[in-house]
């Protein structure tokens, strides 16, 4: 009988789809006896963004072995308790969207549900006080959980982290060139496809050499050299919803500690990221070119930089969108070759980690089903929609009328999806987490209350509670909160403990 294992795997890239492709693949499946080849070109380069993360990318480093404290220390690495919007609902506001949860389920139901009910009274503290990451932000503070202390909110302290790009391609090199993928230098110039099966069979160098395979990953990028050059699988433009589509990145001298968190302020055509590292800070001006030029939004990130620029300005230009089919044929898209939604919420490295894992999950032999591929590709395309609702939220969330751009965002339609979960919200305060949706109920909610969309009323149960039950209750927990801050150290202190990196 024939052999349908796939043997040979080459993946088209070596931005940090394609090494983090490289990295997971050669560890889970080492020993089967696949070879692993990765194709990548100095010349093209890779775009040099993607430095802030969401907590699962702790699930993705587990899987990869990685040590925490060297990882964080390779790449020049700060911790992450959320974002700080700024300017958003309407100038001179702000909020953090925190990680981890506000306060503490009761009666079975959110504790969000009682929050309401007391500020709707006229009584109590704001929100942000039930949240330890909200706190600890604000203070500059961070540490890891400590499980051990039961009850206590530093039992549950969840976090993400800040890295340098260049540094994490180059270390997830590292780990996945050690556990034996082959790396080849050179600009692909030709793709060949199997005439019978209509499946690439080899990529063509510029040298000359011819590189075959099984399966492709093609993580080249915007330019989807496979999944799009060769097989031409079609991209939905989402851009009447996301407009923003360019963006010019920057990177500044530090001037401070690093902040244990991202900051994303709205501008008049878009918004600017800083992104605090170990060794610098990212800064970023994403916008809409229809409403501003490449020059002013330059001006605009430059007039905004806390420290000296450290390099020349970087611009991208994208569509917000996701690609028709990111499997394809014997060619599965990861990274920027599949989809783009900008980097507000950043979730893009996450959509990676998620794609490798449904990878995984439905990993082919050299007849490709067709029902695991439709499946992978439901699955895909549902998780970039629902990314996607949390984005438009935040520009549709708005008072502001100080610009064309917000004037489009605060009156354009949006989804279905998005627009009846709002209409819940109003209603009652409920939130649901949708068919195990990235996004959690705190998540929307700190955008929702952070920008200003309140409900009419909150859940009936938490209804029930006697006043000055309710109240104790939220003092005990706002207390427990407080003090926990307290004695958490300084952020810098817990880097200069732990994993301080020798990057200057
Ligand atoms: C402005 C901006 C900010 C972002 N910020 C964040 C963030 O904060 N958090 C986050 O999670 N994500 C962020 N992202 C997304 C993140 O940068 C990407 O998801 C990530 O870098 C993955 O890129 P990639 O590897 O898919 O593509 P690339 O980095 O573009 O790599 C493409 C690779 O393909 C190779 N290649 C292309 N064509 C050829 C060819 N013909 N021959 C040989 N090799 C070829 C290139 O040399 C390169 O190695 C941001 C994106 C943008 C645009």
Redesign the pocket.
């Known amino acids: 009988m024939d052999d349908l294992r796939i043997r040979d795997i080459v993946i ?8 983090m492709a490289a990295a997971a693949l050669s560890r889970t499946l080492a020993g089967g006896g696949l070879r692993i080849r990765l ?16 907590p699962h990318i702790q699930y993705f480093n587990r899987l990869l072995g990685l040590d925490e404290d060297e990882f964080v220390r390779r790449t020049a690495a700060t911790f992450k308790l959320g974002i700080e919007f700024v300017d958003w609902g309407r100038i001179g506001e702000r909020y953090i969207h925190p990680f981890g949860s506000y306060g503490q389920e009761m009666e079975g139901i959110h504790f969000h549900h009682f929050w309401y009910r007391q500020a709707q009274a006229g009584r109590g503290l704001p929100l942000d006080r039930y949240s330890l990451a909200v706190a600890a932000a604000q203070a500059g503070k961070f540490q890891r959980p400590e499980p051990n202390r039961r009850g206590s909110p530093l039992a549950d302290i969840s976090y993400a982290f800040q890295f340098d ?1 260049a540094l994490y391609a180059r270390y997830l090199r590292e780990k996945a060139e050690a556990a034996g993928v082959r790396r080849s230098e ?4 030709e793709v060949q496809r199997d005439g019978a099966s209509g499946n690439v069979s080899a ?1 063509v ?1 510029d040298d000359g050499t011819s590189i075959a395979g099984d399966l492709f990953i093609d ?5 989807g ?1 496979l999944i799009e050059g060769a097989l031409q699988s079609g991209y939905e433009d989402w851009s009447h919803w996301l407009p923003c589509d360019r ?1 010019v ?1 920057r990177p500044s001298r530090r001037i401070e500690d690093p902040l244990p968190y ?1 900051r994303a302020t709205a501008r008049k055509a878009g918004w600017q ?1 800083r ?1 605090p590292l170990q060794s610098r800070t ?1 800064n ?1 001006h ?1 916008y809409c070119s229809r409403y501003i030029s490449d020059d002013e939004a330059v001006a605009i990130l430059d007039a905004n930089l806390e420290g000296e620029p450290l390099a020349g300005p970087n611009f ?1 230009r ?1 569509t917000a969108g996701v690609r028709r089919k990111a499997w394809d044929r014997n060619v599965v898209a ?5 989809g ?1 939604l ?2 507000l919420e ?7 980690q998620t794609g490798i894992a449904r990878l995984l999950t439905n990993f082919p032999d050299k007849r490709f089903n067709q029902h695991d591929i439709d499946y992978f590709n439901r699955r895909t395309r549902l998780e970039y929609e629902q990314v996607r609702d949390f984005l438009i939220l935040h520009y549709k969330a708005t008072e502001r009328d100080d610009s064309g751009f917000w004037d489009h965002c605060r009156t354009m339609a949006i989804p279905s999806s998005l627009e009846e979960r709002i209409a819940i919200f109003r209603e009652n305060a409920r939130l649901f987490r949708h068919d195990n949706e990235l996004f959690s109920e705190t998540s929307w909610l700190a955008v929702l209350h952070g920008q200003n969309i309140e409900p009419a009323r909150h859940h009936p149960i938490a209804g029930y509670l006697t006043d000055a039950e309710l109240d104790a209750r939220l003092a005990r927990i706002a207390g427990a909160m407080k003090a926990s801050v307290e004695i958490m150290p300084r952020h810098q202190q817990f880097i200069d403990r732990h994993c301080r990196s020798e990057t200057p």
């Open positions: 088209v890239g070596g931005g940090t789809a394609g090494w194709i990548e070109s100095e010349a093209i380069g890779t775009v040099g963004v993607g430095e802030a993360t969401i790009a050179g600009r692909i110039v990529v160098l993580c080249s990028g915007f330019r050299l963006a990145a991202t990221w992104i990212g970023g994403v991208l994208f990861l990274g920027l070759a599949a783009f900008e980097p950043s979730t893009s490295i996450h959509l990676i």
